[in-house]
């Protein structure tokens, strides 16, 4: 009743053209009731209004998916549909809405202004030229560019790979045709790069956007690196590479990049494709292709010994001799690849496959595959405590230069790698690696990359992926402090700079950069199984995993203007509902100990607190926030130092001690992992393991965790010896101002005794905040699922450090002006499409000044 109430009043305030207060009442009724399909499509007219199509987008289909027969919804899903540049999918739904109404005016009217066929036939009208055309080619370690006349110059690549999935979106839902790719490009140009490499097929004004700006800068062009992508073939061990159906979806892929790339490809719609006419000829400008993925060592090992006598291959462009089953595979597909482009229209261009360390063709002394592993740790008497879930990174290899062009593909082979300064261990633990130094001083990475380079001969090879992300959370460590995440914007910049530079000190042909946008979408080992739904990462940003925060441009939680920023400015403050207080004063609480108010707020990445105390003296008084995110009745009632019993069960603590000493606790049931010591061990070892059930359970035990995450486990090399652990105290806060230090958790203003905190939801153990969906795991089959919470319930307490038993001020006060009382439940709305905005990262400048330092067209190194 009360939702409905709520979606009547919105509608009302819609009439009189109040799209504020219409909004304000749709979203009240969707807090209530998520599925009103009226208050959704109520929702999605108010966004619409306000210019916010994504938002509005969503709200529209899930309305309609809520009521398929409301007109007012399906029309409305068309309405943005067609503000969106979604021509094919606006007219289905105004077709669909003529069903619902016949002869509806509107409906009409737009279906008028909208062409009848989706796509039309591919251009017909071209001929194949008598001339082949070769506009790049390999040369002594380098790719080599061709002018207009037809003078060769060796040019190093400076890229930056694009992927587009924007805050929302699945990766293949590519931005609209909105200038989004008109600005990334010249975004792009203005840091320096030289080139962009993209994945897979992108939308067709994302090609005309790179012709526009092409020919418009005939001088500095950018050119296109394409890859065509596939999934990892059939089979058991993902081992069918011979599969006819998959086989022909990965050469159908090949041939419609072709088609694409030479302005001459109509694609129709398909679920996970981009689609449309493509009339944009960027063949000119195509620098080389890059075919394949990050293939599994698992399933590489099965091919093979599936197929033990396929060592060579021979075709008209590419051979190969002496190698394994997939490099001969592979080079048949680079082969067929450069006889259709050459078949249908006399060009060809270097081809490369995707690698990566794991699959390169250095031995690795280090570095044991499973098997090994096991058997020389029981050699040494050890119990195994939990297996590894990582791959076998060195179990076999894929060599590029095995793979040979003939004299009638001028265009030429290089190596192509994706290759990482953290991962995988061996390119931290080698001792080789361990004493090399680059230009710049020591460089693991650089040692690395010399000997990579050093293998493959003049063959040129590309490191088309590297790079470090600014991320909150830690994958890997690194000994340069290149770690996979860990880094604020600002270390970012100077790492991937310096990256950049080793690169090309090392002999490579080009580097790219990973990568243009930061991804909500994508998922880090650390943190995947903690992060469900799966099918909602899209919708929220973690702080916690490193894969989303790689990008130059920064894609942010919240609107840009409703912004907290943590800093001791309390205006973005202004207007936020207070939780607890002011306060009263109690008489006799020293003025550091006395608590006034606290605020709580969120957006799609963090929680935020705000705690109001009378003076800030870490000497005298110190703070702990009990937050319960799930039933009350479930977690520990008891809290830390002061052994104050709780009203409301909590999963977590803050503990505020000042700068260097503040940190979230985690109730020790309710804690990821726990230590156990591995017998046999020696010296002594501990292994952190699962601890399963990832369940939060009533008790007052009082026992309280750091969650010390281990991002480098534990290694045995091939000849005994131990590698060990590295592993760090993930919950411990970091202490500065935002504007300082990107990653900062918290700040204490001595001035006005205001304490700002923000906590990355996955440290709260919500698994989804969109859906409000929180870690309570599964007891029969152990994994960690998820359960909806109804809200968040805090209580507040100061303690004197010197005498810290029972507390002195707490909010909310109990009945007698002391002690807690039972916390009222704080929440949030949950969402279908986030808000966001984009910010440059300081990475821009500081590669612009890298690829600025190193020349377009090096001399023969």
Request: charged content about 20%; overall charge neutral.
């Amino acid at each position: 009743m009360l939702a409905g109430q709520a979606t009547a009043r919105g509608w009302s305030a819609s009439r009189k053209g109040d799209a504020v207060g219409a909004e304000a009442e749709f979203k009240r009724a969707l807090s209530l009731c998520p599925g009103e399909a009226g208050a959704l499509t109520g929702a999605g007219y108010a966004a619409m209004r306000r210019g916010r199509l994504t938002e509005a987008r969503g709200f529209f289909q899930r309305a309609v998916t809520a009521d398929p027969t409301s007109y007012d919804a399906v029309a409305g899903a068309g309405m943005a549909d067609f503000r969106a540049g979604d021509l094919p999918t606006a007219r289905r739904r105004f077709e669909r809405a003529l069903q619902i109404v016949p002869r509806d005016s509107v409906a009409l009217s737009y279906l008028a202004r909208i062409p009848e066929q989706e796509v039309v036939a591919p251009r017909r009208d071209h001929v194949r030229p008598p001339t082949t055309m070769v506009v790049a080619r390999t040369g002594k370690r380098v790719i080599e560019i061709s002018d207009a006349a037809g003078r060769w110059s060796p040019t190093w690549i400076k890229a930056v790979n694009l992927g587009a999935a924007v805050p929302g979106k699945y990766p293949s839902e590519f931005p609209p045709n909105d200038s989004t790719y008109e600005r990334w490009i010249a975004l792009l140009a203005g840091m320096g790069a030289n080139a962009v490499r993209v994945y897979t097929i992108h939308p067709p004004h994302f090609y005309a956007a790179l012709r526009t700006w092409n020919i418009g800068h005939p001088a500095r062009p950018i050119w296109l690196i394409h890859g065509v992508w596939t999934e990892l073939p059939p089979g058991a061990h993902q081992e069918k590479y011979d599969d006819a159906r998959w086989l022909e979806l990965f050469r159908g892929e090949m041939r419609r990049v072709v088609s694409v790339l030479h302005g001459d490809a109509a694609i129709r719609r398909s679920p996970g494709h981009a689609s449309g006419v493509y009339r944009a000829d960027v063949s000119p400008w195509t620098m080389a292709y890059i075919i394949g993925r990050e293939w599994e060592p698992y399933s590489v090992v099965a091919y093979n010994a599936s197929r033990p006598n396929r060592t060579s291959f021979r075709g008209k462009y590419l051979t190969l001799q002496g190698g394994n089953a997939v490099e001969a595979w592979l080079a048949e597909q680079c082969d067929y690849l450069v006889s259709h482009e050459m078949q249908e229209y006399n060009a060809q261009r270097p081809v490369a496959y995707t690698n990566w360390p794991t699959l390169d063709p250095l031995v690795h002394l280090t570095e044991t595959t499973k098997a090994q592993e096991l058997a020389l740790l029981r050699a040494r008497g050890e119990t195994i405590v939990e297996i590894s879930k990582e791959y076998d990174n060195d179990a076999v290899g894929l060599d590029a230069l095995k793979m040979r062009a003939t004299a009638a593909f001028p265009a030429g082979v290089f190596a192509s790698y994706h290759a990482y300064p953290y991962y995988p261990d061996f390119l931290r633990v080698d001792p080789g690696y361990s004493k090399a130094r680059s230009p710049e001083g020591p460089s693991n990475y650089f040692g690395y990359l010399r000997d990579l380079v050093a293998h493959h001969g003049e063959m040129p090879v590309v490191i088309s992926e590297y790079g470090v992300p600014s991320s909150r959370g830690i994958g890997h460590f690194q000994p340069q402090g290149w770690n996979h995440g860990g880094l604020s914007e600002e270390q970012q910049a100077v790492a991937d700079a310096r990256l950049t530079r080793d690169i090309y000190a090392s002999g490579a042909a080009g580097a790219g950069l990973f990568s243009l946008i930061d991804e909500w979408f994508k998922k880090n080992w650390i943190v995947i199984e903690f992060e469900v739904p799966e099918d909602r990462k899209r919708l929220w940003l973690s702080p916690l995993d490193a894969e989303e925060n790689y990008g130059v441009i920064a894609m942010r939680a919240g609107a840009k203007q409703a912004a907290i920023t943590i800093d001791g400015d309390l205006s973005d403050w202004r207007g936020r509902p207070v939780l607890y207080g002011p306060a009263s004063r109690r008489p006799g609480v020293a003025e550091p100990l006395e608590l006034k108010s606290l605020r709580v707020a969120e957006d799609a990445a963090f929680v935020y607190l705000r705690l109001d105390v009378g003076h800030i003296d870490w000497s005298r008084a110190h703070y702990q926030i009990g937050i319960d995110t799930y039933k009350r009745n479930l977690g520990d009632t008891r809290l830390p130092h002061t052994g104050t019993r709780s009203p409301a069960g909590l999963e977590f603590v803050l503990d505020i001690g000042g700068p260097g000493a503040t940190q979230l606790l985690v109730d020790h049931p309710y804690n990821l992992y726990r230590p156990v010591p591995i017998p046999g061990s020696n010296p002594p070892a501990i292994q952190h393991v699962s601890n399963l059930p990832f369940r939060t359970v009533a008790n007052d035990a009082g026992r309280w965790d750091s969650l010390i995450v281990v991002p480098n486990r534990r290694r045995i090399g091939r000849d005994g010896r131990i590698y060990p652990a590295i592993s760090y105290n993930r919950n411990r806060l970091v202490y500065s101002r935002q504007s300082d230090n990107s990653l900062t958790d918290w700040f204490a203003d001595s001035l006005t005794g205001v304490i700002e905190v923000r906590l990355p939801w996955g440290m709260l153990q919500v698994t989804d905040p969109s859906s409000r969906s929180v870690l309570f795991g599964n007891t029969v089959t152990r994994e960690p699922t998820s359960a909806v919470t109804d809200g968040f319930r805090f209580l507040v307490e100061s303690y004197d450090p010197s005498n810290p038993r029972g507390g002195v001020d707490h909010l909310p006060r109990g009945t007698l002006g002391s002690g807690l009382s039972d916390p009222p439940t704080w929440t949030w709305p949950t969402w279908e499409s986030p808000q966001w905005h984009a910010e440059v990262k300081p990475l821009f400048n500081a590669m612009r000044r890298a690829f600025a330092g190193i020349p377009d067209h090096p001399a023969p190194r």
